[in-house]
């Protein structure tokens, strides 16, 4: 079953025109993606990933903008993990709008980094198996 969270298009969230501003949309990919890892690893998702001794950072962000969202729009995005790597792990995601159009499809990858040498880890066998159990 594929995980789904509901984000409202704010007033603050547009450009004069009413239209989503284009580094919004960073951000909804970022939060759908947090409340992804929160609801697979039974947490607060990065406090999860702190504990497991890992920082997140981003290695690879790509959004491909598909149809335009406006104020008060309600969009459903659906997120899922890829295979993880050694040492990084990925997404695709996807949202909707509420007549069922796609409005924008992205990709994250991100890196296990360790906080105290800020060099990349491997990714822990926890994160691994929750992103395993729900991959594409």
Avoid: N
């Avoid at 690879?60 to 990084?88: C, H, K, N, R, Y």
């Amino acid at each position: 079953m594929p995980f789904i969270t509901t984000r409202k298009i704010l007033f603050g969230d547009c450009d004069p025109a009413g239209i989503v501003y284009t580094p919004r949309i960073s951000y909804f990919v970022i939060e759908a993606i947090h409340e992804f890892l929160s609801h697979r690893l039974g947490g607060e998702g990065l406090r999860t990933l702190f504990a497991m001794g890992v920082m997140p950072p981003a290695r690879a962000l790509s959004i491909e903008f598909l149809a335009p969202m406006t104020w008060d729009d309600l969009i459903s995005v659906q997120v899922s993990s890829g295979e993880p790597g050694t040492t990084s792990f990925s997404f695709a995601v996807e949202a909707r709008g509420s007549g069922g159009e796609v409005c924008f499809r992205a990709s994250l990858t991100q890196v296990c980094v360790c906080p105290e040498s800020r060099q990349p880890v491997a990714v822990p066998e926890a994160l691994r198996q929750a992103l395993c159990e729900h991959m594409d």
